[in-house]
């Protein structure tokens, strides 16, 4: 199974700070990675696909990257609607596999 | 608008059965990929099984941990998607999502239903 190490696992940030978040995939998984924000008692939300594009309706202060297996979700200046946990999920093979998740929080 | 709701979801022991329902609306379900996820008590997000396309003769696939307990399907002529769940184990306690992934590409999930194997 392809691991998806996601780091780091709590973010301190203030607002208006630039934060970044990874995640390494054990193999190669090409652009097949999916960031998702998950607010409390909410169901997760897309916000990046095919490692680098924003998903409908989804702030440009988002944006995703990728360097070689390490995939990143960058927030540009963190507003307080974005305190949340993030996920990846790499979708090139069976069995999907989500990162460990990401708590933003303000600092 | 895209809908997608599950219910079926509750408290079953040890070794019991539990199908789990997802409702959709909002677009052409026979041209999606669904998918059915699990997210734990301490909130780690697992993928559970995934029904392709018509075109792609329903393909079905899963997690290891649930291979030959759990069975999705769908009907698209109803608008839904089901998961049986059978053998069930403390270790299945979560909540389930269903989701719908098709070009767009739109990954929509409804808001999940509460699945907790207990004696």
């Known amino acids: 199974d392809i691991q998806m190490t996601q780091s780091p696992s709590s973010l301190p940030a203030s607002l208006g700070d630039r934060v970044t978040i990874t995640c390494r995939a054990s193999?190669?998984?090409?652009?097949?990675l999916r960031w998702f924000q998950q607010k409390p008692g909410k169901s997760p939300r897309l916000m990046i696909y095919?490692?680098?594009n924003l998903a409908a309706g989804v702030p440009s202060r988002f944006s995703g990257s990728r360097s070689g297996s390490d995939y990143s979700l960058t927030i540009s200046s963190l507003e307080s609607e974005d305190m949340a946990d993030y996920y990846c999920?790499?979708?090139?093979?069976?069995?999907?596999?989500f990162g460990s998740g990401t708590k933003l929080e303000i600092k | 608008e895209v809908q997608v709701l599950e219910s079926g979801g509750g408290l079953v022991q040890p070794g019991n059965s539990l199908k789990l329902s997802c409702a959709t609306s909002g677009f052409t379900l026979s041209t999606a990929w669904m998918y059915w996820y699990r997210q734990f008590p301490e909130k780690r997000l697992e993928w559970v099984a995934r029904i392709k396309a018509k075109s792609n003769n329903y393909a079905t696939d899963y997690t290891e941990s649930v291979k030959g307990r759990f069975t999705i399907s769908r009907d698209d002529s109803k608008g839904s998607i089901y998961l049986q769940m059978d053998n069930l184990k403390e270790e299945d306690t979560a909540i389930y999502y269903c989701?719908?992934?098709?070009?767009?590409?739109?990954?929509?999930w409804g808001p999940g239903t509460m699945v907790t194997v207990s004696s």
């Open positions: 999920l790499q979708s090139k093979e069976s069995p999907l596999t």
């Open positions: 193999q190669d998984i090409g652009n097949y």
């Open positions: 095919g490692a680098t």
């Open positions: 989701s719908c992934y098709y070009s767009g590409p739109i990954d929509f």
